[in-house]
């Protein structure tokens, strides 16, 4: 009788702990991350903007049911994140999950706010079948809204959503200026990297004249110009950076035309201010072994195709330094690249940020381009060319300032209109952080590459990659069979044992 009762008691103490723990979760929310980058913790730029709201944000997540397990992940990824910045802001983050297939008219709603469907590739019972997909939210605030139209799995889904408070919540943004009117391209044409700045800076277009008051300017950015930049505009930058200013230069010391087949060197002026500052970015071109193609047309008979072809001068950038600009960054490619070195003032600090790969070199501009050329270990002799550096410090006057080079001012460019190509990703967050890190003080850049990065396997040989496609085969193969040689051995000594008992009995 006194078991039964313990029992009946450890019962109750048992449902009552579980019923205690759930409350608690409910209003304490608690997790232990122990990924890489610790992507399920909350940064702390984004707990230092949860406190900053004064009244409720609303987050209604327009979320499709029932579709593969992949993309349901990221429906309970978003809940979760949800519920934690409801947790850190004491209640003033408030969501709610809709499921737009469930009928016509919710469907309509969330188109209406700004939340259009994907389609995705689903099977069912051996079929493959699209089906339409809603991944997306709308932010409420102040009588204000924004829109999340489409939340990537495995995305930076924490720098989306508190860039879409942020936004909401500032009430003056930055003022980032594009320089014009020296050939650079128009701020049109950089339509990926609009796309992220315009979250959390005013951007506008610079003609630099005497009357312009560039201090306005947290940032300014000089991107690719190939007409001459006049001595008096240059000395203007210098009363910039003078009074504090922050600038980001790409530049093409070299260019390349590739419908010529040759390469030369490009002279703007600019070239020869940054040597004032130490700043040297050299007239020649980078050649790299982990390089770009190009598509060469080629004739045989009545047929024409298009040959992919290794090609040096496009530099793909895999080695960065630890730096917040380049931090979460995998791979960047660069066009018709120069090397960067600093001779400049040693109280000044420079920091290469992008390095060339360890097989790389250079040649010496002009040049005629050979795309059927076979290269070989000769032509890369050099390692870790440094292509894009930070030089900060007192640079032009009393107060410090910043600058950031890279050597190539096409590599986030879109492009014109509709004939704009689209740029991999980390060519825009490494044009992105660059400005985020001189402009922004709430240290959001750290959560654009905060999420599922890849990580490509380095080149193998094709012998090895024979041995290791066999031995992933073989392995699990020779390890039953041996662990089944091991129990039969096992079980014939215990056979051998158990008869030598029975005869010695």
């Avoid at 139209?149 to 930076?156: D, K």
């Avoid at 300014?220 to 600038?247: C, F, H, K, R």
């Avoid at 230069?249 to 004032?276: C, H, P, Y």
């Avoid at 750290?446 to 085969?473: A, C």
Wanted: with cysteine.
């Amino acid at each position: 009788m006194k078991s039964k009762k313990s029992i009946i008691i450890y019962i109750v103490l048992v449902i009552g702990t579980l019923v205690l723990i759930n409350l608690l979760a409910n209003r304490f929310f608690f997790r232990l991350d122990f990924t890489e980058n610790k992507q399920y913790t909350l940064s702390q730029a984004t707990r230092d903007l949860l406190k900053e709201l004064n009244e409720p944000i609303t987050v209604t997540a327009y979320f499709s049911e029932g579709l593969p397990p992949n993309i349901m992940k990221s429906r309970q990824d978003f809940k979760d994140l949800l519920t934690e910045y409801a947790s850190r802001s004491d209640g003033n983050v408030v969501y709610e999950f809709i499921n737009p297939n469930k009928d016509e008219q919710t469907e309509q709603e969330a188109m209406q706010n700004g939340i259009s469907p994907v389609v995705i590739n689903v099977r069912e019972k051996n079929q493959a079948v699209q089906k339409k997909a809603y991944l997306g939210a709308v932010l409420k605030y102040s009588g204000n809204s924004e829109v999340i139209p489409f939340i990537q799995p495995g995305g930076a889904v924490e720098y989306t959503l508190s860039s879409a408070i942020k936004k909401l919540v500032a009430i003056e943004k930055p003022l980032i200026g594009f320089i014009q009117g020296h050939g650079e391209p128009t701020t049109s044409m950089f339509s990926q990297v609009m796309a992220e700045l315009n979250v959390l800076y005013q951007v506008e277009g610079v003609n630099i004249t005497d009357s312009t008051y560039l201090p306005k300017y947290k940032t300014l950015v000089l991107d690719g110009p190939t007409d001459s930049i006049p001595e008096w505009q240059l000395n203007m930058l210098d009363d910039y950076l003078a009074n504090g200013g922050n600038m980001v230069i790409a530049m093409n010391r070299v260019e390349g035309d590739l419908s010529q087949a040759r390469g030369f060197e490009v002279t703007t002026g600019l070239e020869t201010w940054l040597e004032k500052k130490g700043f040297t970015v050299e007239g020649n071109f980078v050649i790299d072994d982990n390089c770009g193609t190009v598509g060469v047309r080629q004739q045989q008979g009545a047929f024409s195709f298009t040959t992919q072809l290794q090609f040096p001068y496009l530099p793909v950038i895999s080695t960065f330094a630890d730096h917040p600009v380049t931090k979460g960054i995998e791979q960047v490619i660069f066009q018709f690249a120069s090397p960067i070195t600093f001779s400049g003032d040693s109280t000044l600090n420079f920091q290469p940020l992008i390095f060339s790969s360890q097989k790389s070199g250079t040649q010496m501009a002009p040049l005629y381009f050979n795309i059927n050329k076979e290269w070989g270990d000769s032509d890369f002799r050099l390692s870790g060319i440094t292509l894009g550096a930070l030089l900060e410090g007192k640079i032009s006057g009393e107060l410090n300032s910043r600058i950031i080079v890279f050597s190539d001012g096409d590599f986030a460019v879109n492009g014109p209109g509709n004939s704009g190509h689209q740029l991999q990703p980390d060519n825009v967050n490494l044009f992105v952080n660059s400005i985020d890190w001189m402009s922004d003080d709430t240290g959001l850049i750290e959560l654009r590459t905060k999420g599922v990065t890849s990580r490509p396997l380095k080149q193998i040989e094709d012998g090895k990659k024979t041995f290791l496609k066999w031995f992933n085969f073989l392995l699990p193969v020779i390890l039953i069979i041996l662990y089944g040689v091991f129990r039969m051995e096992r079980n014939r000594r215990r056979r051998d044992r158990r008869r030598d008992e029975n005869y010695n009995r």
